[in-house]
């Protein structure tokens, strides 16, 4: 009896809500049986179990409200578009996104709404890119085709100064959170970051930045304790990992789907 409601919850919630992952907790979500029908039905893309499904996972509700509801802690990510998420100048990938982006932006982001922010250097474009990949995002600022003018021909670099703007007006927005930072070793991200790191001390966890052309990159950016430089999204998921902003589950989560792609 309970395997056969347990079955028929998962299908008229996978219906009404449309959603092809689903979490588990509680004692009866260590119910194998029952987990093994809902797998066998091929309802779900994703099914996660809490490990500590039964009372002992009261402990990890009351340490989320508290971080939560009285902390008031949550995470925004901050991240580049071009050379970062989509392989705008990287002929050595096909597609619309880096592998293993999506699966990397949806770990770090804590909520189903998407704390994701889009600090781009391109003047307009980029919605249809993130739509494109299926990437649910907060917020887009742009730079201005002036800035691209001028660092092309060599001036004083504008990019960087729009970037740490727009990046500074986001942060001022959300008082609360803290801040992962992504982004490439192209046009401005490491130096943009490395002002926020040090105008936001306590709040950036990492800032990431993508070896893409291997540009050589500020040397307090490569001193700092905060700062990730990843070749993929692997080595990216395991300095997180490593750093403890992400779990082990999570990492394996990242890598598998840079293997089935």
């Given at each position: 009896?309970?395997?056969?409601?347990?079955?028929?919850?998962?299908?008229?919630?996978?219906?009404?809500?449309?959603?092809?992952?689903?979490?588990?907790?509680?004692?009866?979500?260590?119910?194998?049986?029952?987990?093994?029908?809902?797998?066998?039905?091929?309802?779900f893309?994703?099914?996660?179990?809490?490990?500590?499904?039964?009372?002992?996972?009261?402990?990890?509700?009351?340490?989320?409200?508290?971080w939560?509801?009285?902390?008031?802690?949550?995470?925004?990510?901050?991240?580049?578009?071009?050379?970062?998420?989509?392989?705008?100048?990287?002929?050595?990938?096909?597609?619309?996104?880096?592998?293993?982006?999506?699966?990397?932006?949806?770990?770090?982001?804590?909520?189903?709404?998407?704390?994701?922010?889009?600090?781009?250097?391109?003047?307009?474009?980029?919605?249809?890119?993130?739509?494109?990949?299926?990437?649910?995002?907060?917020?887009?600022?742009?730079?201005?085709?002036?800035?691209?003018?001028?660092?092309?021909?060599g001036?004083?670099?504008?990019?960087?100064?729009?970037?740490?703007?727009?990046?500074?007006?986001?942060?001022?927005q959300?008082?609360?959170?803290?801040?992962?930072?992504?982004?490439d070793?192209?046009?401005?991200?490491?130096?943009?970051?490395?002002?926020?790191?040090?105008?936001?001390?306590?709040?950036?966890?990492?800032?990431?930045?993508?070896?893409?052309?291997?540009?050589?990159?500020?040397?307090?950016?490569?001193?700092?304790?905060?700062?990730?430089?990843?070749?993929?999204?692997?080595?990216?998921?395991?300095?997180?990992?490593?750093?403890?902003?992400?779990?082990?589950?999570?990492?394996?989560?990242?890598?598998?789907?840079?293997?089935?792609?």
């Amino acid at each position: 009896v309970t395997e056969e409601v347990v079955l028929r919850l998962t299908k008229n919630i996978a219906k009404e809500y449309n959603v092809e992952n689903l979490c588990m907790a509680g004692g009866v979500a260590l119910n194998c049986v029952a987990n093994g029908k809902v797998l066998k039905e091929n309802i779900f893309k994703n099914i996660w179990i809490q490990p500590a499904a039964g009372d002992a996972g009261g402990s990890l509700g009351a340490a989320l409200a508290y971080w939560h509801q009285e902390l008031k802690k949550e995470r925004i990510i901050i991240s580049d578009l071009d050379n970062t998420i989509k392989p705008t100048n990287d002929p050595s990938i096909d597609g619309y996104v880096y592998p293993g982006t999506v699966k990397l932006l949806n770990t770090l982001d804590q909520k189903t709404t998407g704390d994701i922010h889009i600090v781009t250097a391109r003047p307009f474009g980029a919605r249809n890119s993130l739509n494109s990949a299926s990437i649910q995002y907060n917020s887009i600022s742009y730079g201005n085709i002036f800035g691209i003018t001028a660092w092309l021909l060599g001036f004083h670099n504008p990019i960087k100064d729009r970037k740490v703007e727009n990046i500074r007006r986001i942060m001022d927005q959300n008082t609360k959170s803290s801040v992962v930072l992504i982004g490439d070793d192209g046009q401005a991200d490491a130096g943009a970051y490395l002002q926020i790191m040090q105008e936001y001390p306590e709040r950036v966890e990492a800032a990431l930045i993508h070896n893409v052309i291997g540009r050589k990159l500020p040397e307090a950016f490569y001193a700092s304790t905060n700062s990730i430089i990843y070749n993929d999204f692997e080595d990216a998921a395991e300095t997180l990992y490593s750093r403890g902003i992400i779990n082990k589950m999570e990492t394996e989560n990242i890598i598998n789907s840079l293997r089935n792609q």
